[in-house]
């Protein structure tokens, strides 16, 4: 995000290094850290976890390439929806497994119980949900998220739940972990989150896994052995972050919503572009194949779009190839509103040269 740290959380970081926080500490994490992320998960999610439950990892990204390395073997195939955030497919190919892309419904951004069942195998072993989604934003609502729970249950699938943008929802949208829907899909799930989204502290690499204990024993033995323990003087933060006031998150979320409301009501005002307004994150994932089929200057796809934005508009924006949905461009609207604006309109006179 462009906001700061909150300054509460910054000045915890600033304390720890004069308190002597600056050597080893549990591979997993500092006991607080995980006690209070394991009172959140209780109080926002209605997940129960013992704080041995917790391991806190350098960075989401980091907690998903240990629960991959842990759970994942050779030819194991794991489940990616469309669209999925680009390292998903990339982390499971270096573990050694196979990604199977699961399209959405048409017209959606999520996909259904019908979608997953087609795509599940003999070799299926691992869902992995994002919701609020990067890039789409996306949000599942309980009951999609008990019907997929049905098929994974129904074929003893693991879940990967990344829910780093679970702060960040709009409007009607409502955030539900699929690890609270029953005792079978809680003793199946690995929850992901961090801090990088919700306190606008992407530099200081603190997320964590919630798991059950013996997957994420296995994740602790793993990161034992590769990192250990994630920065001291970050998990203080980190920790002032989970336990201290909360206006700087609602402040964030608000001034988000309002820079959504915008880019939504402008990217509907342009001609042919299609917009499933976003429910989460930071995000919008508008589809312009019918610009790019019209266009006259050679533009075929959407890599080639954004390279055309970039040159002509000086405006940056991730092909939808990136993500698997060819066609869309990822415009993120976590920059400030005159930027947005201006953006917004530079998009808008490109395609028209284009």
């Known amino acids: 995000p462009d906001f700061d ?16 926080h600056t050597r080893y500490t549990a591979v997993g994490g500092v006991p607080e850290l995980r006690a209070a992320i394991a009172e959140n998960l209780k109080r926002e999610n209605g997940l129960t976890y013992k704080p041995g439950q917790i391991v806190v990892s350098n960075g989401a990204k980091h907690a998903i390439w240990n629960a991959f390395l842990t759970l994942v073997e050779p030819g194991d195939e ?12 990339e982390l499971v190919r270096l573990v050694g497994g196979e990604p199977v892309f699961v399209p959405p419904k048409k017209g959606s951004m999520k996909i259904g119980p019908e979608d997953l069942e087609r795509a599940v195998t003999k070799r299926s072993k691992l869902l992995v949900l994002n919701s609020p989604n990067n890039p789409s934003g996306a949000v599942y609502t309980r009951e999609e ?66 798991a059950p204990a013996d997957l ?8 034992g052995q590769s990192t250990s323990n994630p920065a001291a003087v970050s998990q203080y933060a980190a ?15 608000e001034c988000f919503a309002r820079r ?34 019209a266009a006259r200057n050679g533009v075929t796809d959407s890599a080639g779009l954004s390279d055309f934005l970039i040159d ?29 604006e201006e953006g917004l309109n530079r998009l808008e006179a490109a395609l028209d040269r284009m």
């Open 239 to 253: 920790l002032r972050a989970f336990t201290g006031p909360r206006e700087s998150v609602r402040s964030m979320r």
């Open 260 to 293: 959504r409301e915008f880019i939504v009501r402008r990217l509907s005002g342009m001609r042919g572009i299609t917009l499933v307004p976003p429910e989460g994150a930071f995000y919008a994932f508008p589809d312009l194949r019918e610009r790019i089929g």
């Open 5 to 20: 740290t909150p300054e509460d959380v910054r000045e915890a970081g600033v304390q720890a290094i004069r308190d002597g």
């Open 312 to 340: 002509e508009a000086k405006i940056v924006c991730v092909p939808g190839s990136a993500f698997g949905m060819e066609g869309h461009l990822r415009l993120s609207y976590a920059i400030g509103d005159q930027d947005i």
């Open 216 to 223: 994420a024993e296995g994740i602790e033995r793993l990161q």
């Open 78 to 89: 794991v489940l990616c929806p469309v669209p999925y955030w680009v390292t998903f497919p």
């Open 145 to 210: 998220l008990a019907a997929i729970g049905e098929v994974v249950s129904r074929h003893t699938l693991y879940v990967l739940s990344d829910e780093i943008y679970e702060q960040l929802v709009f409007g009607g949208a409502r955030h539900v972990s699929i690890a609270s829907l029953s005792p079978e899909l809680f003793d199946r799930t690995i929850v992901i989150g961090g801090v990088s989204k919700t306190w606008a502290m992407t530099g200081w690499r603190i997320g964590f896994a919630a």
